[in-house]
């Protein structure tokens, strides 16, 4: 069945750039999308179909998906920006997974 | 606006049943694909169950399947989910989450703020 990885936690100092991997055999033959979820509320999607931002969403977070890697980019990292961010797909064999999630610090 | 509001969250007894609800507003509820998403205690996102949009398909995942029904009422914009023979492993909040379909792809664009379902004796 299909897997996605991602790493458990990545850190940022404010302002800088902050980039949440997703990984998983030819990811890039999928449509990745990808949720914020703070401490006690649900999940926020954030980027549907790689790159596309709902409403709301600040133009700070873009995303990316070449070879084996999708790639949530936030830049110009706030405080208010620290969550849990998951990344999902849609497969035909395993219908529609999630990530483990990468806990995003800022320092 | 879109609003999902889960309830039924208890704490119930190993073997014991539970019916979650979910009501839709803000938007044509018979028009979505709608689905279950829960998250045991520190884990993540798991996809439960799901429902189309009349209520013709439904999908479940392994480890619920033969106890947890989903079904929904497109005349009173809610989903359900039935519990049966609940586990230890079934704790988790239960998200209530609208489902895109599209492009060979598929999404949940909205969620609910969840239901705390705790099994224990």
């Known amino acids: 069945s299909y897997v996605l990885t991602q790493s458990p936690s990545v850190s940022v100092a404010p302002g800088k750039t902050a980039r949440i991997a997703c990984g998983g055999d030819n990811i890039e033959s999928k449509s990745v999308h990808w949720y914020q979820q703070k401490p006690g509320q649900a999940p926020l999607l954030v980027l549907s179909?790689?790159?596309d931002r709902p409403s709301g969403i600040p133009e700070r977070f873009s995303g990316s998906n070449s070879g084996n890697t999708a790639t949530l980019t936030i830049r110009r990292v706030e405080a208010g920006d620290e969550a849990v961010y998951y990344c999902?797909?849609?497969?035909?064999?395993?219908?529609?997974?999630f990530g483990g999630g990468t806990k995003l610090t800022v320092l | 606006e879109v609003h999902l509001v889960e309830s039924g969250g208890h704490l119930v007894q190993p073997g014991g049943s539970l019916r979650l609800s979910c009501a839709a507003s803000g938007f044509t509820f018979s028009a979505y694909s709608m689905s279950w998403v829960r998250q045991a205690p520190g884990k993540g996102l798991e996809w439960v169950a799901d429902?189309?949009?009349?209520?013709?398909?439904?999908y479940s995942v392994d480890s619920v399947k033969g106890r947890f029904t989903i079904s929904r009422d497109n005349s009173k914009n809610s989903l359900f989910l039935q519990m049966h023979n609940l586990r230890v492993e079934d704790t988790a909040v239960y998200f209530c989450?609208?489902?895109?379909?599209?492009?060979?792809?598929?999404?949940?664009?909205?969620w609910g703020q969840g239901a705390l379902v705790t099994v224990s004796s």
């Open positions: 429902i189309n949009k009349d209520g013709s398909e439904k």
């Open positions: 179909f790689d790159t």
């Open positions: 999902q797909v849609w497969d035909n064999n395993s219908a529609l997974l």
């Open positions: 989450a609208r489902r895109r379909v599209g492009s060979g792809t598929s999404f949940f664009d909205y």
